[in-house]
Protein backbone atom coordinates (compact mmCIF):
# COMPACT_ATOMS: atom_id res chain seq x y z
CA UNK A 1 0.00 0.00 0.00
CA UNK A 2 2.86 2.60 0.94
CA UNK A 3 4.57 1.90 -2.54
CA UNK A 4 1.35 2.45 -4.38
CA UNK A 5 1.24 5.73 -2.20
CA UNK A 6 4.28 6.87 -3.29
CA UNK A 7 3.82 6.05 -6.79
CA UNK A 8 0.65 7.56 -6.83
CA UNK A 9 2.29 10.72 -5.34
CA UNK A 10 5.19 10.44 -7.99
CA UNK A 11 2.15 10.77 -10.44
CA UNK A 12 0.43 13.43 -9.37
CA UNK A 13 3.99 15.52 -8.81
CA UNK A 14 5.18 14.74 -12.66
CA UNK A 15 1.90 16.23 -13.84
CA UNK A 16 2.32 19.11 -11.97
CA UNK A 17 5.88 19.67 -13.23
CA UNK A 18 4.96 19.08 -16.66
CA UNK A 19 2.19 21.20 -16.24
CA UNK A 20 4.36 24.01 -15.20
CA UNK A 21 7.13 23.11 -17.23
CA UNK A 22 4.83 23.84 -20.02
CA UNK A 23 3.83 26.85 -18.78
CA UNK A 24 7.70 28.32 -18.64
CA UNK A 25 8.18 27.09 -22.12
CA UNK A 26 5.35 29.23 -23.50
CA UNK A 27 6.60 31.68 -21.75
CA UNK A 28 10.28 31.65 -22.64
CA UNK A 29 9.73 31.16 -26.35
CA UNK A 30 8.73 34.75 -26.30
CA UNK A 31 12.25 35.92 -24.85
CA UNK A 32 14.22 33.43 -27.74
CA UNK A 33 12.39 34.95 -29.82
CA UNK A 34 12.79 38.35 -29.53
CA UNK A 35 16.77 37.84 -28.86
CA UNK A 36 16.92 35.98 -32.05
CA UNK A 37 16.51 38.50 -33.77
CA UNK A 38 17.66 42.02 -31.43
CA UNK A 39 20.40 40.01 -29.56
CA UNK A 40 18.45 41.78 -26.43
CA UNK A 41 15.75 40.66 -23.48
CA UNK A 42 12.54 42.29 -23.61
CA UNK A 43 12.07 42.66 -19.81
CA UNK A 44 8.48 44.04 -20.47
CA UNK A 45 7.63 40.40 -20.89
CA UNK A 46 6.69 39.12 -18.16
CA UNK A 47 4.21 42.17 -17.92
CA UNK A 48 2.74 41.49 -21.33
CA UNK A 49 2.07 38.31 -19.68
CA UNK A 50 0.49 39.85 -16.80
CA UNK A 51 -1.59 42.13 -18.98
CA UNK A 52 -3.25 39.37 -21.03
CA UNK A 53 -4.64 37.89 -17.68
CA UNK A 54 -6.49 41.47 -17.12
CA UNK A 55 -7.41 41.60 -20.29
CA UNK A 56 -9.31 38.20 -19.42
CA UNK A 57 -10.37 39.43 -16.32
CA UNK A 58 -12.09 42.76 -18.47
CA UNK A 59 -13.92 40.52 -21.09
CA UNK A 60 -15.15 37.92 -18.49
CA UNK A 61 -15.59 39.45 -15.09
CA UNK A 62 -16.52 43.33 -16.27
CA UNK A 63 -18.29 43.10 -19.88
CA UNK A 64 -19.89 39.47 -18.80
CA UNK A 65 -18.35 38.03 -22.28
CA UNK A 66 -18.12 34.00 -22.32
CA UNK A 67 -14.57 32.93 -21.70
CA UNK A 68 -14.45 30.81 -25.21
CA UNK A 69 -14.93 34.43 -26.80
CA UNK A 70 -12.88 36.48 -24.39
CA UNK A 71 -9.67 33.61 -24.61
CA UNK A 72 -9.17 34.04 -28.65
CA UNK A 73 -9.68 37.79 -28.05
CA UNK A 74 -7.12 38.39 -25.49
CA UNK A 75 -4.44 36.35 -27.75
CA UNK A 76 -4.81 38.98 -30.43
CA UNK A 77 -5.25 42.13 -27.94
CA UNK A 78 -2.04 41.03 -26.42
CA UNK A 79 -0.09 40.65 -29.53
CA UNK A 80 -1.11 44.39 -30.65
CA UNK A 81 -0.40 45.07 -27.46
CA UNK A 82 3.35 43.71 -27.34
CA UNK A 83 3.98 45.17 -30.61
CA UNK A 84 2.45 48.56 -29.42
CA UNK A 85 5.01 48.49 -26.61
CA UNK A 86 8.08 47.26 -29.34
CA UNK A 87 7.00 50.80 -31.18
CA UNK A 88 7.46 52.76 -28.13
CA UNK A 89 10.66 50.79 -26.39
CA UNK A 90 12.34 49.27 -29.14
CA UNK A 91 12.04 51.05 -32.41
CA UNK A 92 13.06 54.81 -31.70
CA UNK A 93 16.53 53.25 -30.46
CA UNK A 94 16.89 51.03 -33.45
CA UNK A 95 20.55 52.31 -34.23
CA UNK A 96 21.52 53.05 -30.50
CA UNK A 97 23.40 51.75 -28.38
CA UNK A 98 22.05 48.40 -27.04
CA UNK A 99 22.51 49.62 -23.59
CA UNK A 100 20.09 52.28 -24.09
CA UNK A 101 17.47 49.95 -25.63
CA UNK A 102 18.07 47.61 -22.69
CA UNK A 103 17.03 50.35 -20.44
CA UNK A 104 14.29 52.02 -22.27
CA UNK A 105 13.04 47.67 -21.92
CA UNK A 106 13.51 47.76 -18.16
CA UNK A 107 11.40 51.34 -17.84
CA UNK A 108 9.22 50.13 -20.16
CA UNK A 109 8.33 46.93 -17.49
CA UNK A 110 8.06 49.49 -14.86
CA UNK A 111 5.70 51.94 -16.59
CA UNK A 112 3.18 49.09 -17.49
CA UNK A 113 3.32 47.27 -13.74
CA UNK A 114 2.79 50.94 -12.39
CA UNK A 115 0.21 51.76 -14.74
CA UNK A 116 -1.62 48.51 -13.99
CA UNK A 117 -1.55 49.19 -10.47
CA UNK A 118 -3.27 52.39 -10.59
CA UNK A 119 -5.73 51.03 -13.22
CA UNK A 120 -6.64 48.11 -11.80
CA UNK A 121 -5.68 48.92 -7.76
CA UNK A 122 -2.90 46.58 -6.22
CA UNK A 123 -5.49 43.92 -4.63
CA UNK A 124 -5.13 40.67 -5.42
CA UNK A 125 -8.21 39.61 -8.45
CA UNK A 126 -9.81 36.14 -8.76
CA UNK A 127 -8.93 35.22 -12.45
CA UNK A 128 -11.52 34.04 -14.24
CA UNK A 129 -11.84 30.28 -14.99
CA UNK A 130 -13.71 28.43 -16.97
CA UNK A 131 -15.76 25.76 -15.16
CA UNK A 132 -14.07 22.96 -18.04
CA UNK A 133 -10.95 23.90 -16.39
CA UNK A 134 -11.44 23.05 -12.80
CA UNK A 135 -12.91 19.75 -13.01
CA UNK A 136 -11.08 16.96 -11.99
CA UNK A 137 -9.73 13.29 -13.06
CA UNK A 138 -9.06 10.52 -10.87
CA UNK A 139 -6.56 8.51 -12.08
CA UNK A 140 -5.46 4.77 -10.20
CA UNK A 141 -6.43 7.15 -7.10
CA UNK A 142 -5.12 10.63 -7.57
CA UNK A 143 -7.12 13.65 -8.36
CA UNK A 144 -5.80 16.08 -11.13
CA UNK A 145 -7.75 18.96 -12.09
CA UNK A 146 -7.83 18.80 -16.16
CA UNK A 147 -6.14 22.14 -16.52
CA UNK A 148 -2.74 19.98 -15.64
CA UNK A 149 -3.72 18.06 -19.06
CA UNK A 150 -4.89 20.41 -21.11
CA UNK A 151 -1.55 23.11 -20.41
CA UNK A 152 1.00 20.85 -22.40
CA UNK A 153 -1.43 19.84 -24.90
CA UNK A 154 -1.92 23.20 -25.33
CA UNK A 155 1.79 23.84 -25.41
CA UNK A 156 2.70 21.60 -27.84
CA UNK A 157 0.35 22.97 -30.47
CA UNK A 158 1.24 26.44 -30.25
CA UNK A 159 5.06 25.08 -30.74
CA UNK A 160 4.19 23.19 -33.72
CA UNK A 161 2.42 26.24 -35.32
CA UNK A 162 5.65 28.60 -34.23
CA UNK A 163 7.54 25.88 -36.19
CA UNK A 164 5.76 25.43 -39.45
CA UNK A 165 5.37 29.72 -39.18
CA UNK A 166 9.40 30.12 -39.33
CA UNK A 167 10.50 26.93 -41.43
CA UNK A 168 7.91 26.87 -44.04
CA UNK A 169 6.29 30.51 -44.38
CA UNK A 170 7.82 33.45 -45.94
CA UNK A 171 7.30 35.24 -42.56
CA UNK A 172 9.46 32.78 -40.95
CA UNK A 173 12.14 33.10 -43.76
CA UNK A 174 12.11 36.76 -43.20
CA UNK A 175 12.52 36.08 -39.86
CA UNK A 176 15.45 33.90 -39.47
CA UNK A 177 17.02 36.17 -42.52
CA UNK A 178 16.70 39.01 -39.93
CA UNK A 179 17.90 37.39 -36.87
CA UNK A 180 21.26 36.70 -39.08
CA UNK A 181 22.31 40.08 -40.30
CA UNK A 182 20.15 43.20 -40.56
CA UNK A 183 21.72 44.84 -42.88
CA UNK A 184 21.93 41.98 -45.36
CA UNK A 185 18.22 41.62 -45.13
CA UNK A 186 17.56 45.13 -45.90
CA UNK A 187 19.51 44.47 -48.92
CA UNK A 188 17.62 41.24 -50.26
CA UNK A 189 14.12 43.41 -49.65
CA UNK A 190 13.16 42.59 -46.50
CA UNK A 191 11.07 45.35 -44.14
CA UNK A 192 13.69 44.86 -41.23
CA UNK A 193 11.00 46.69 -38.80
CA UNK A 194 8.05 45.26 -39.36
CA UNK A 195 9.84 41.80 -39.23
CA UNK A 196 11.04 42.66 -35.79
CA UNK A 197 7.52 43.90 -34.60
CA UNK A 198 5.65 40.95 -35.96
CA UNK A 199 8.32 38.94 -34.22
CA UNK A 200 7.06 40.48 -30.74
CA UNK A 201 3.47 40.38 -31.66
CA UNK A 202 4.19 36.31 -31.84
CA UNK A 203 5.90 36.46 -28.82
CA UNK A 204 3.34 38.48 -26.98
CA UNK A 205 0.87 36.19 -28.36
CA UNK A 206 2.71 33.28 -26.81
CA UNK A 207 2.70 34.98 -23.10
CA UNK A 208 -1.00 35.65 -23.54
CA UNK A 209 -1.40 31.87 -24.11
CA UNK A 210 0.84 31.10 -21.29
CA UNK A 211 -0.87 33.95 -19.15
CA UNK A 212 -4.72 32.52 -19.51
CA UNK A 213 -2.93 28.69 -18.34
CA UNK A 214 -1.46 30.26 -15.86
CA UNK A 215 -4.34 32.05 -14.68
CA UNK A 216 -6.52 29.23 -15.37
CA UNK A 217 -4.28 26.94 -13.08
CA UNK A 218 -3.53 29.29 -9.82
CA UNK A 219 -6.53 31.55 -10.09
CA UNK A 220 -4.91 35.16 -8.81
CA UNK A 221 -3.73 37.85 -10.41
CA UNK A 222 -1.89 41.11 -9.18
CA UNK A 223 0.26 44.00 -11.34
CA UNK A 224 3.77 42.56 -10.15
CA UNK A 225 2.48 39.01 -11.01
CA UNK A 226 4.71 39.27 -14.19
CA UNK A 227 8.10 39.89 -12.03
CA UNK A 228 9.17 35.91 -11.05
CA UNK A 229 7.16 34.15 -13.48
CA UNK A 230 9.19 36.64 -16.05
CA UNK A 231 12.58 36.23 -14.51
CA UNK A 232 12.45 32.33 -14.57
CA UNK A 233 10.93 31.96 -18.31
CA UNK A 234 14.30 34.18 -19.05
CA UNK A 235 15.95 31.69 -16.85
CA UNK A 236 14.46 28.84 -18.68
CA UNK A 237 15.64 30.59 -22.08
CA UNK A 238 18.94 30.29 -20.88
CA UNK A 239 19.26 27.16 -19.95
CA UNK A 240 17.82 26.06 -23.11
CA UNK A 241 19.95 28.01 -25.35
CA UNK A 242 18.87 31.41 -26.01
CA UNK A 243 17.59 31.93 -29.63
CA UNK A 244 16.87 28.62 -29.64
CA UNK A 245 12.70 27.93 -29.52
CA UNK A 246 13.38 24.37 -29.12
CA UNK A 247 15.45 25.13 -26.51
CA UNK A 248 13.48 27.67 -24.61
CA UNK A 249 10.90 24.56 -24.34
CA UNK A 250 13.41 22.08 -23.36
CA UNK A 251 14.37 24.71 -20.65
CA UNK A 252 10.96 25.62 -19.48
CA UNK A 253 10.39 21.57 -18.73
CA UNK A 254 13.82 21.46 -17.44
CA UNK A 255 13.18 24.36 -14.87
CA UNK A 256 9.39 23.16 -14.22
CA UNK A 257 10.12 19.56 -13.54
CA UNK A 258 13.22 20.69 -11.17
CA UNK A 259 11.29 22.84 -9.03
CA UNK A 260 8.71 20.65 -8.10
CA UNK A 261 10.49 17.71 -7.28
CA UNK A 262 12.38 19.66 -5.00
CA UNK A 263 9.38 20.57 -3.45
CA UNK A 264 8.75 16.42 -3.76
CA UNK A 265 11.80 15.28 -2.45
CA UNK A 266 12.93 17.96 -0.05
CA UNK A 267 9.56 19.64 1.57
CA UNK A 268 11.95 21.07 4.23
CA UNK A 269 13.44 23.45 1.08
CA UNK A 270 9.92 24.41 -0.34
CA UNK A 271 10.95 28.01 0.79
CA UNK A 272 14.03 27.76 -1.60
CA UNK A 273 11.45 26.94 -4.73
CA UNK A 274 12.51 30.30 -6.35
CA UNK A 275 16.13 30.10 -5.67
CA UNK A 276 16.16 26.62 -7.32
CA UNK A 277 16.19 28.81 -10.53
CA UNK A 278 18.52 31.08 -9.94
CA UNK A 279 21.50 28.28 -8.77
CA UNK A 280 20.69 26.56 -12.10
CA UNK A 281 20.96 29.39 -13.64
CA UNK A 282 24.78 29.82 -12.18
CA UNK A 283 25.75 26.25 -13.10
CA UNK A 284 24.31 26.85 -16.36
CA UNK A 285 26.23 29.77 -17.33
CA UNK A 286 29.59 28.31 -15.06
CA UNK A 287 28.92 24.87 -17.01
CA UNK A 288 27.81 25.65 -20.87
CA UNK A 289 27.88 29.69 -21.01
CA UNK A 290 25.49 29.18 -24.08
CA UNK A 291 22.78 26.59 -22.32
CA UNK A 292 22.36 23.29 -23.68
CA UNK A 293 21.46 23.75 -27.18
CA UNK A 294 23.09 27.24 -27.96
CA UNK A 295 25.93 27.70 -30.32
CA UNK A 296 28.42 30.82 -29.91
CA UNK A 297 27.82 33.88 -31.69
CA UNK A 298 30.72 36.42 -32.34
CA UNK A 299 29.75 39.38 -31.02
CA UNK A 300 29.17 42.47 -33.71
CA UNK A 301 31.70 45.43 -33.59
Known amino acids: MGCNMNLEILL?????????????????????????????????????????????FLGVAVFNLPWFVVFPLVIIVTGLFGMGVEKLTYKPLREAPKISILISSIGASFLIENLSTVFFSGLPKRFPVPELFEKTIVIKGVSIQMISFIIPVVTMVFLAILIYIINKTKTGMAMRAVSKDYETARIMGIDVNKVISLTFGIGSMLAAVGGLMWGSRFQQITPLMGIMPGLKCFIAAVIGGIGNIKGAVMGGFILGMGEIMLVAFFPSYTGY??????????????????GLTGEKIAEKV
Open 12 to 56: QHMTNGISLGSLYALIAIGYTMVYGILRLINFAHGDIFMMSMYFA
Open 273 to 290: RDAFAFILLIVILLVKPT
